[in-house]
């Protein structure tokens, strides 16, 4: 089985920096597309970032552009997301997914919270 387990939420700062983490087992990252998604309380789930770990290929929504970068380490089959400058807008619960053609794996999700 596809495992992902999604870790480094916190309670930072408004302009702190967070780092998430997504570790994958039962498979190799080499065969997904790697992303984020979150979800603020009362919202729809939204697509973050994603990773093509085909040729590095990387999409940010808007909101997060120049703020966020993901990431991936091939050697520990490990995604990140490196959360610079937070706002109070990108608290959430954050997903880590593993997306192929065929198969769509979820992690747990991890609670980032900013306060002032």
């Known amino acids: 089985d596809v495992q992902l387990q999604a870790s480094g939420g916190g309670s930072v700062q408004a302009g702190g920096s967070l780092r998430l983490s997504c570790a994958v087992s039962?498979?190799?990252?080499?065969?997904?597309?790697l992303g984020w998604f979150r979800q603020a309380p009362g919202k729809e789930r939204q697509g973050v970032s994603c990773?093509?770990?085909?040729?590095?290929?990387?999409y940010y929504t808007n909101s997060v552009k120049g703020r966020f970068t993901i990431s991936i380490d091939y050697g520990k089959n490990m995604c990140y997301l490196q959360m610079n400058s937070l706002k109070f807008e990108d608290i959430a619960v954050y997903y880590c997914?593993?997306?192929?053609?065929?198969?769509?794996?979820w992690g747990q999700g991890t609670l980032v919270t900013v306060s002032s």
């Open positions: 039962g498979a190799s990252i080499d065969d997904y597309a």
């Open positions: 990773i093509d770990t085909s040729n590095g290929g990387t």
């Open positions: 997914n593993a997306e192929s053609r065929t198969t769509n794996y």
